[in-house]
Every structure is written in C-alpha cells, then in structure tokens.
C-alpha cells in the first residue's frame, strides 16, 4: 500500500510564501504523476498543479506565476512552493500520486490533507 505524507502547512499573512512538501512510501515500482489540489470550506476539491515523471507541469490559472511545483524522483517526494499568497488560496492541500507498485500495481493514492491558512 503506498501512503503520502505531507508537510509544511500553516498560517501565513498575505503576500507571504509558504512550500509544501509531499513524500510517498511503500514499495513502489513506478511513480508518473504527483500533483496537488485543494479543497477550501463548501466548494469542491480542485487541481492546483501536477508534474509528470519527466518534469512536464501543469498549473490552475489562479496560481499560474505565483505557485511553483517540483519533484524529487530519487525521493518519491513532490513540493508546492506557493508565494505570493492570498486570502482566496486558504483551503486544506491534498496531494495526489500516481504510478505502479510492487511492480506491477497501480495506485492512486492520496496524502491525508494540510491546512493553508492566509490572513488578510
């Protein structure tokens, strides 16, 4: 069974920056996508942003230059360093891994959530 682990949550002023970390664990063979949503209080989980294996990204308009999202493959670990941040980016963080374990395996496993917190 692989689990994610995140870290780096918290409560920051607007206009500050804050880097989640995501590390994933269990015997896995392959990891291709690592991404991050988030889900703010009554609305729906959304995509943040995602990165392939290969380093290709993919960003939610409402965070396009001021999110950066980036992976250590040799880690099984995917970062989210977020500055510049608003009121409107307060929700609980999610990360999302794709990929194969125990080789032959696939898996979509998700982290259990970190709370960003930004006050106006």
């Known amino acids: 069974q692989v689990q994610l682990v995140e870290t780096g949550g918290g409560l920051v002023q607007a206009g500050g920056s804050l880097r989640l970390s995501c590390a994933a664990s269990g015997n896995i063979f392959r990891i291709n996508a690592m991404g991050w949503y988030r889900q703010a209080p009554g609305k729906q989980r959304e995509l943040v942003a995602t990165?392939?294996?290969?380093?290709?990204?993919n960003y939610a308009d409402s965070v396009k230059g001021r999110f950066t999202i980036s992976r250590d493959n040799a880690k099984n670990t995917v970062y989210l360093q977020m500055n510049s941040l608003k009121p409107e980016d307060t929700a609980v963080y999610y990360c999302?891994?794709?990929?194969?374990?125990?080789?032959?395996?696939?898996?979509?496993?998700w982290g259990q959530g970190t709370q960003v917190t930004v006050s106006s």
């Open positions: 999302n891994a794709q990929g194969v374990f125990r080789v032959v395996i696939p898996f979509d496993a």
């Open positions: 990165i392939t294996s290969g380093g290709s990204t």
